[in-house]
């Protein structure tokens, strides 16, 4: 199967709602990095973990490299939260970094 | 803020045509990497590097070539390009255990 696994592949919250976003690693990967794409096409790096969890204001992530997952949390959603989140993590043994498909995540009024 | 610059921003050619994507970091990272991006498909690997003279082959290589001229330098080649070849690039880099950067990006039409 695919190496990353990413869901939802669409979201739609209304303002001031959470949400997560999940990806799930078909092996175990040595890092995982998180990417806000805005509307002008825009890469932005929002996490990168090697292991544990990180918080940034409104979003919070986990990477579990044993259980082969990791996770972004939206708390609070709003309007400039609207994108295309993709995860991105590290083979261990090739240098290679793996997308997942991303999450079109649309926040409403 | 390590920086990693792509050119040209924008490029149109004709299906045959001739076209290299040039991309330049100035962060002495070894990694540089070249992705394409469709609707649908997320980043998809189309070749990568270790360092200067240094190539490997990502997911979707066919109809590219990549080169690594220097530690700073990696092109992307399409000799005869298609309009399956129309798509957004990107170009990145990185340190080893390091996280990647990644330039504006480079959005390209075959006609």
């Known amino acids: 199967g695919m190496p990353v696994e990413q869901n939802p592949p669409a979201l739609s919250l209304y303002e001031g709602a959470d949400s997560g976003l999940r990806c799930n690693f078909s092996?175990?990967?040595?890092?995982v990095q998180w990417f806000q794409q805005n509307h002008r096409g825009r890469l932005i790096t929002l996490f990168y973990?090697?292991?544990g969890t990180k918080e940034n204001g409104r979003l919070k992530s986990t990477f579990n490299s044993k259980e082969r997952y990791s996770t972004l949390h939206i708390k609070d959603a709003q309007l400039e939260d609207s994108g295309t989140y993709f995860c991105?993590?590290?083979?261990?043994?090739?240098?290679?970094?793996?997308f997942g498909d991303g999450t079109q995540l649309v926040v409403k009024p | 803020e390590a920086a990693v610059t792509q050119s040209p921003r924008n490029k149109v050619t004709v299906t045959g045509g001739n076209v290299t994507l040039s991309c330049r970091q100035t962060n002495s990272h070894n990694y540089m990497y070249w992705y394409r991006q469709d609707t649908g498909h997320g980043l998809r690997l189309i070749h990568y590097s270790y360092g200067a003279g240094n190539l490997q082959i990502g997911d979707v290589p066919d109809g590219y070539k990549a080169t690594r001229t220097t530690q700073e330098d990696f092109f992307l080649l399409l000799e005869l390009a298609s309009p399956s070849q129309t798509s957004l690039y990107f170009c990145?880099?990185?340190?080893?255990?390091?996280?990647?950067?990644f330039g504006h990006g480079t959005k390209l039409s075959v006609l």
């Open positions: 990145a880099s990185r340190g080893a255990n390091e996280r990647l950067f």
């Open positions: 092996t175990t990967m040595k890092s």
């Open positions: 973990l090697a292991q």
């Open positions: 991105a993590a590290e083979g261990n043994n090739n240098n290679r970094i793996f």
